[in-house]
Every structure is written in structure tokens, then in C-alpha cells.
């Protein structure tokens, strides 16, 4: 199974609203609504910001939002925050009942 | 609040058998699937397999020839074996469930990860 496609890194100035997209197939992302995204700062744990698309965790900020269409996931940060620098990854159930993550993206806050 | 807490050998030479352990402690051990996830350093996420308390599991296809879950419900532990390191075998390898949600592919609680380096 070939990892999802995140853009290699992405950046933005504080306040502003970025995008990260996760492209895959109809065999995982565009065939279940099963995505998640991860937020992760150097040397710590993933940390759960996203499930089943557009769900977003107890605790996690409503800055952060998902959404889907055809083979292509995407999550939007808005009002960019200082803290919200870190590496992002998607992840997908797959239609042989496996996971693949993204190749994650660098978010950089100018 | 379930946590999750890990362990194994974090030196290993090419050829021999990682064998790490993850203990499930301050919650339900059964009813869910229980992961394994790796990150080689300065690279991204690889999902190695995952086990239910009953001993079902499912492998990634690329490793699913070296890889082997399971699972002891006495101890409320899960492990992994991983056969024949290689140096692209380095990794932090973290335990992790999708616990809270009831949802596919939501992992939201991981162990602290376990470095593991192979080298000669």
C-alpha cells in the first residue's frame, strides 16, 4: 500500500488560514470516511485533531476543521497560531482492512 | 484514564528478532484493537498491524512477512515481533488504539514510543 500524498510543507502568518490536502485512492480515502489527521511536535506523541473527516475530538480546537471530496482529504487551520507549527499527517482505513498514513506536511507559522 | 505504557530492547543487531511490549493500564482491554505504529527518525508515520483481545489481526502487506502480533489478555499486553532487522528497521515504534471514538483509524491513545536502533 502506497502512503497518502500530503504536500511537503505548508506555511502561513499568524491569524491566517491554511490548507492541507492528502490525496489517495477509491480504495481508501475516497471509499470510507475513515480519515484522520495528526498533529505532532518534534520529539513528542501524535496527537489526534481529526477523525471520520470532519470530527474533531474533545479538547481539540474548533480552528481546526476536515473535509473530503472524491480521492482527496484536506484539513484547514484557521486564525493560524504560533503553536499550531508542527508536522501534520492524515491517515485512512483501506479497502484490505489495513491503515496508511500520509507522508505528512510541515506547518510553518511566518 | 487508559494509558498506555511500553517496552523493549532498543539496540538491536541486522538480522535479530525486535520484540517490544505495550501494557494496556486504567481501562477496558477488550472490544478493542490494539496497534502498532513506527516513525524512522525524520520520517513520517508507518502503520505496522494491529490485534483485538481475541487474537484477530491485520498486518501492513509490506512487513506482514517479518511481522507478528499478539496478545496476552491476562496481562492486558499486547506485543510485537518484528524478524530479521535491517538498519531501515530504526524507528520510535508506538503502541496506539483507536479507544475513545468508536471509529476506524482514530487513534487517539498512543504509548511514549520506544527508540529502536539496529546497527552493527
Known amino acids: 500500500q502506497s502512503a497518502l500524498t500530503q504536500p511537503a510543507s505548508v506555511s502561513g502568518s499568524p491569524g491566517q488560514s491554511i490548507t492541507i490536502s492528502c490525496t489517495g485512492t477509491?480504495?481508501?480515502?475516497?471509499?470510507?470516511?475513515?480519515v484522520s489527521w495528526y498533529q505532532q511536535h518534534p520529539g513528542k506523541v501524535p496527537k489526534l485533531m481529526i477523525y471520520?473527516?470532519?470530527n474533531r475530538p474533545s479538547g481539540v480546537s474548533s480552528r481546526f476543521s476536515g473535509s473530503k471530496s472524491g480521492n482527496t482529504a484536506s484539513l484547514t487551520i484557521s486564525g493560524l497560531q504560533a503553536e499550531d507549527e508542527a508536522d501534520y499527517y492524515c491517515?485512512?482505513?483501506?479497502?484490505?482492512?489495513?491503515?496508511?498514513f500520509g507522508t505528512g506536511t510541515k506547518v510553518t507559522v511566518l | 484514564q487508559v494509558q498506555l505504557q511500553q517496552w523493549g530492547a532498543g539496540l538491536l543487531k541486522p538480522s535479530e528478532t525486535l520484540s517490544l511490549t505495550c501494557a494496556v493500564y486504567g481501562g477496558s482491554f477488550s472490544g478493542y484493537y490494539w496497534n502498532w505504529i513506527r516513525q524512522p527518525p525524520g520520517k513520517g508515520l508507518e502503520w505496522i498491524g494491529e490485534?483485538?483481545?481475541?487474537?484477530?489481526?491485520n498486518y501492513n502487506p509490506s512487513l506482514k512477512s517479518r511481522v507478528t502480533i499478539s496478545v496476552d489478555t491476562s496481562k492486558n499486553q499486547i506485543s510485537l515481533r518484528l524478524s530479521s532487522v535491517t538498519a531501515a528497521d530504526t524507528a520510535v515504534y508506538f503502541c496506539?488504539?483507536?479507544?475513545?471514538?468508536?471509529?476506524?483509524?482514530?487513534?487517539?491513545?498512543w504509548g511514549q514510543g520506544t527508540m529502536v536502533t539496529v546497527s552493527s
Open positions: 471520520d473527516v470532519t
Open positions: 490485534i483485538n483481545q481475541s487474537g484477530r489481526t
Open positions: 491517515s485512512s482505513y483501506t479497502r484490505i482492512s489495513t491503515y496508511v
Open positions: 496506539a488504539s483507536p479507544y475513545s471514538y468508536g471509529s476506524l483509524a482514530s487513534f487517539d491513545i
Open positions: 477509491s480504495s481508501d480515502v475516497g471509499g470510507y470516511n475513515y
